[in-house]
């Protein structure tokens, strides 16, 4: 993982009206490419998908001020975090707007219109 690059696309999304960041891991079968527009993803209920699409993509937030991410160290762990929870592809995404949801998790966005900026 090259953090500077990480960073760059950050700052540059930012600068771009990017104002939600996100981790997520991709399926095992479905992959992204720098620029992609996710799809939307579903709600689950205690580990099983209700088939309800939501209206954005889901990841684990971070926080970014002025492009800077706020905390790199919980960027990090968020990042390991991911990558031992989940299979597949591990992407940042980011989007001008972060969807509340009412059974989001903890850290837990929904961002909509969710754009790939960099991949892990």
């Known amino acids: 993982m090259d953090m500077q690059s990480i960073k ?3 700052e540059a999304a930012y600068e771009n009206h990017g104002y939600c ?9 479905q992959t992204a490419e720098v620029g992609s527009i996710l799809p939307n993803s579903y709600h689950w209920e205690d580990g099983v998908s209700t088939g309800n699409e939501i209206d954005g993509t889901c990841a684990i937030g971070f926080d970014v001020e002025f492009g800077e991410i706020e905390s ?11 990558k031992n929870t989940y299979s597949g592809q591990v992407v940042v995404i980011c989007g001008s707007q972060n969807i509340d949801e009412p059974h989001n998790d903890q850290d837990e966005v929904v961002i909509k219109n969710a754009k790939v900026i960099s991949i892990i």
């Open 72 to 82: 790199e160290q919980h960027f990090l762990k968020m990042v390991e975090l991911v």
């Open 21 to 29: 960041f996100g981790i997520r891991a991709m399926t095992g079968v």
């Open 8 to 10: 760059n696309s950050i």
